[in-house]
Nanobody, 122 residues
Framework: VQLQASGGGLVQAGGSLRLSCGAS????????MGWFRQAPGKEREFVAA????????RHADSVKGRFTISRDNAKNTVYLQMNSLKPEDTAIYYC????????????????WGQGTQVTVSS
C-alpha cells in the first residue's frame, strides 16, 4: 500500500489545518489507519487512529478536543482535522495503515506514507 499524506503547511498558533491521506491502487476501507508525528530530536508518537469502518477512533491525550481523525471510504481518504494548533504540534505528520488490530503502537503499522510538515508559529 502506497500512502500519500498532504495538507501540511505553516500556520499561526490557534489556527487550523486538515491533513489528508490517500492511497493509490488499494482500497483503504480494509485497513485501520493512524496518524503519527515526529518532531526534531524526538521519537515518533501516536496522534490518532481510526478503524476501517470509521466506527471507532482513538486520540492521544495531547490532542484530544483539538484534533479529529475521520475517513471517507468512498473517497479512499483519511483525514486529520487539527484545530487550536500550538507550537508544540510542529512536526512531520505521517499516516499509516495496518490490516489487523487497532491502536497506538508504532511498530504494529505495516505501511507508512512519506509525511507532511506542519509548522505552527507562536
Amino acid at each position: 500500500v502506497q500512502l500519500q499524506a498532504s495538507g501540511g503547511g505553516l500556520v499561526q498558533a490557534g489556527g487550523s489545518l486538515r491533513l489528508s491521506c490517500g492511497a493509490s491502487g488499494r482500497t483503504l476501507s480494509t485497513y485501520n489507519m493512524g496518524w503519527f508525528r515526529q518532531a526534531p530530536g524526538k521519537e515518533r508518537e501516536f496522534v490518532a487512529a481510526i478503524s476501517g469502518s470509521g466506527g471507532s477512533t482513538r486520540h492521544a491525550d495531547s490532542v484530544k478536543g483539538r484534533f479529529t481523525i475521520s475517513r471517507d471510504n468512498a473517497k479512499n481518504t483519511v483525514y486529520l482535522q487539527m484545530n487550536s494548533l500550538k507550537p508544540e504540534d510542529t512536526a512531520i505528520y505521517y499516516c499509516a495503515a495496518r490490516r489487523y488490530g487497532f491502536g497506538a503502537t508504532t511498530s504494529a503499522y505495516d505501511y507508512w506514507g512519506q509525511g507532511t510538515q506542519v509548522t505552527v508559529s507562536s
